[in-house]
């Protein structure tokens, strides 16, 4: 059976390359699946959980931005930031998370509400993601 070639770089390391069956990543438009195959396309990444299937294993790993290329079977995402479950601190990610609702509601400027609408974003990927047991932590890089 085809696989698709799948690379996750962020500014500090490369964080995930190798082969997996499917790829589901949260786009700014939607979630996008791929399966080998797949039309060659580019996407812009939002903050969301992205899921990587290899035979009856999943992962799940904390994609923070970036863009994702699709082309001849490989999946190459180039991410802000990418967390594995392991890489999450829960006790902050929950207290980030509360200090942002408190921003939002004192907040009287948009642009404070904004940003701290999207420290809560991040923090609730977070904390989604590292709920997921890790699964294959020996074959990935970082």
Request: net charge negative; with cysteine.
């Amino acid at each position: 059976m085809a696989k698709l070639h799948l690379q996750i770089i962020t500014p500090e390391q490369i964080k995930l390359d190798e082969d997996a069956d499917m790829v589901i990543m949260r786009c700014t438009t939607g979630d996008m699946g791929i399966l080998p195959g797949h039309q060659a396309c580019s996407a812009i990444l939002d903050y969301g959980v992205m899921r990587i299937m290899d035979g009856d294993a999943e992962r799940r790993i904390a994609v923070f931005g970036g863009i994702a290329q699709v082309r001849n079977d490989n999946v190459f995402i180039l991410a802000n930031d990418a967390q594995w479950p392991e890489d999450i601190d829960q006790v902050r990610a929950q207290r980030e998370r509360e200090q942002a609702e408190r921003l939002i509601r004192e907040s009287e400027d948009d642009v404070e509400i904004q940003r701290n609408q999207v420290m809560m974003r991040r923090t609730l990927v977070q904390m989604e993601v590292s709920s997921y047991p890790l699964v294959g932590k020996a074959k990935r890089n970082g």
